[in-house]
């Protein structure tokens, strides 16, 4: 039936209506009837919602392009359970109308994005941060599950080759984020460094250097310059030609202010005496150094750690021992966790292995005499031992992972930290009553104040002072302070001195300066005998009293008289804050609390390289390794 009017309809879901009446219509479609008051807009959304492919259609687009494609592919094409009147023969024949493609449509589904054009440059950038992110081999471009697996996502995506990763995309984004991190460096006064030397699971000699610094914004941040493979032996010169080179590609060579490296004479020497830089030991090594020195010096202690290992490397080498474990920890509700053997260079692997063995030993033992290994069980004086070997490593085993963090400003905090340790064994030895403990005890309180004369580095009472949250608080010797009080303010004398910055405000004008000397003698010759005679003599004085040296003492004590952060806070905020009031000190805390405590941040990257380095990996040239590791750290 023809529309009563003879106006044409303009708009075009006049295809899929017609009107039966002049207040209703009925789809063509569905043979459904709707209401008609002179719009479309029902009528519309009758068709986008009954009938999604038909709209898709009208519109231009395919269904997967419409935003609601999800809720409308719940339905099947044509499909409206809501009309009655619908017709199965009429849904065939407009679904077949409406799913033939043209050419250009087939031509589009086959051909693959275009080379070089925004979606495929923009997909191949994703799948080189996710190789590099996630540490995948590059060889997982042609893995017939991955390559599937794409091609479900997007038909059109076709993937890079292993060769144009390693050859183009790779290096492309190297070079990207090489010159990003370049500029950011470029606005930074002051860098610290951490470095340290690997090897590789080839055996291969890799020395990793990283560069910490605070930002503009007062935000601590590090980035991986360099991975080098060092192919000469790793002499102290060699090492330290190697790290110029690298310092002087990236042009900070002159802005580094300290390095922090592990205690090897080697890494140690190559700073001091070839580079002639400041080195700071790491507190991380020097700590391992303190624990494990103590257990090795005492006796009961040293063989207590080893019978645990013997026990615990005997599970894990038994099949039989280990279901035998699982099964007693099932019985008793015991939470299953696998037993933790200690690593030689690592303390905390001995502190992670007897906390371990204390939550399991009950069930251990059980395992041990049902295997009939009742000669491996602990007797109660060892399990006590252990359990004061514990207490006493708990605190050094929190120091360390608060120190190992890069998101804190950490050298501030190693004097404050060695001071808790000292008075937290004391108070332990104190506490406890097992005599091996107690000789324990004495023995972590005098490796304490052996390897920890950096406390007395300047360097490190320095950013303890420049850090809002200490301040004086943790210093034992306040003639300490002294020293490091005069030594700052000789410091912001000499730098703003050299930078020609103003040490003092403003010089006048010659002619302001003629204008005061007029007003004061004339004051003088008005006031001459006057009662205010001596007071303006000293007024004069006291005008022309400021030294050069009066500046940097008033930033400095003003900076003291500040309220305390609480320990919780930020310090870098604080100074973003207060920046402004402190002009000459926040450049000494700009370039002390960006030196890290530890080189844990430079380690970190020697498991990732682990990783990299693997039987997939194993063919990695020395550059690509670079440019992974590189971008892993560094990509945003």
Not at 269 to 275: E, G, I
Not at 284 to 304: F, R, S, W, Y
Request: glycine share 4%; hydrophobic share 35%; aromatic share 6%.
């Amino acid at each position: 039936m023809q529309p009563p009017s003879k106006r044409r309809k303009k708009s075009l879901v006049w295809d899929f209506m017609e009107q039966v009446s002049p207040t209703s219509v009925r789809c063509i479609i569905c043979k459904g009837t709707l209401t008609y008051s002179k719009t479309t807009s029902n009528m519309m959304k009758h068709i986008q919602t009954k009938h999604p492919l038909q709209y898709a259609a009208y519109k231009g687009e395919t269904l997967a392009d419409s935003p609601d494609a999800p809720a409308q592919a719940a339905a099947l094409p044509g499909d409206c359970s809501e009309c009655p009147e619908s017709s199965q023969t009429s849904q065939t024949t407009t679904r077949s109308h409406v799913l033939q493609q043209t050419l250009h449509d087939v031509m589009a589904k086959k051909d693959g994005y275009k080379e070089g054009g925004f979606k495929k440059k923009n997909l191949d950038d994703l799948l080189t941060n996710m190789i590099t992110t996630d540490l995948q081999p590059m060889s997982i471009v042609e893995d017939r599950g991955f390559r599937k697996f794409v091609h479900g996502l997007d038909p059109r995506y076709i993937l890079p080759s292993r060769r144009d990763l390693t050859r183009k995309h790779i290096p492309n984004k190297y070079h990207e984020v090489v010159q990003q991190v370049k500029n950011e460096l470029r606005e930074i006064p002051h860098i610290s460094l951490t470095t340290d030397i690997w090897t590789s699971r080839q055996t291969r000699g890799f020395l990793t250097v990283t560069a910490h610094y605070i930002c503009a914004n007062w935000n601590m941040k590090s980035a991986v310059l360099e991975t080098a493979r060092i192919k000469k032996d790793h002499t102290a010169e060699n090492i330290a030609e190697e790290l110029t080179r690298i310092l002087k590609q990236w042009d900070i060579l002159d802005k580094v202010y300290c390095i922090v490296t592990d205690n090897g004479a080697n890494i140690v020497a190559a700073v001091n005496k070839y580079m002639q830089a400041k080195h700071l030991p790491c507190f991380a090594h020097t700590l391992n150094l303190v624990v494990q020195d103590a257990i090795k010096n005492t006796n009961e202690i040293k063989c207590v750690q080893e019978k645990i290992k013997r026990l615990v490397s005997f599970f894990h080498h038994s099949v039989k021992a280990m279901d035998k474990l699982s099964e007693m920890q099932e019985q008793n509700e015991v939470q299953k966790k696998k037993l933790i053997i200690d690593v030689d260079t690592r303390w905390n692997s001995t502190y992670y292995m007897m906390e371990r063995f204390l939550e399991q030993h009950e069930v251990i033992t059980t395992c041990l005499c049902l295997l009939g290994k009742n000669y491996m069980c602990l007797s109660e004086e060892e399990l006590e031992l252990v359990r004061d070997t514990v207490a006493l490593l708990e605190p050094f085993e929190e120091a360390t992972r608060e120190m190992s963090s890069e998101k804190f400003t950490s050298l501030s905090k190693v004097i404050p930290i060695t001071r808790a340790l000292q008075e937290c064994t004391k108070y332990t030895v104190d506490t406890r009553k097992n005599i091996q403990g107690l000789t324990f005890g004495g023995e972590l309180q005098k490796q304490l104040q052996k390897r920890f004369p950096a406390v007395k580095i300047l360097n490190v009472g320095a950013a303890t002072l420049l850090d809002s949250r200490f301040k004086k608080v943790p210093f034992a010797d306040m003639e300490n302070v002294k020293t490091i009080e005069e030594r700052l303010i000789n410091l912001m004398r000499s730098k703003y001195s050299e930078e020609g910055l103003p040490e003092s405000p403003p010089s006048e004008s010659a002619d302001s300066q003629t204008e005061r000397k007029d007003l004061s003698e004339n004051v003088q010759e008005k006031n001459k005998g006057s009662l205010w005679k001596i007071f303006d003599e000293r007024a004069e004085k006291k005008k022309t009293s400021y030294t050069t040296c009066s500046g940097p003492h008033i930033e400095m004590r003003r900076y003291l008289e500040e309220p305390l952060l609480p320990r919780e806070g930020d310090p870098l905020k604080w100074w973003k804050m207060h920046s402004a009031l402190f002009p000459k000190l926040q450049g000494l805390v700009i370039m002390l609390l960006s030196i890290p405590a530890t080189s844990v941040p430079a380690e970190r990257l020697f498991s990732k390289a682990g990783e990299l380095v693997s039987q997939r990996r194993s063919a990695l040239s020395d550059d690509n390794i670079n440019m992974i590791l590189f971008l892993n750290k560094n990509i945003n």
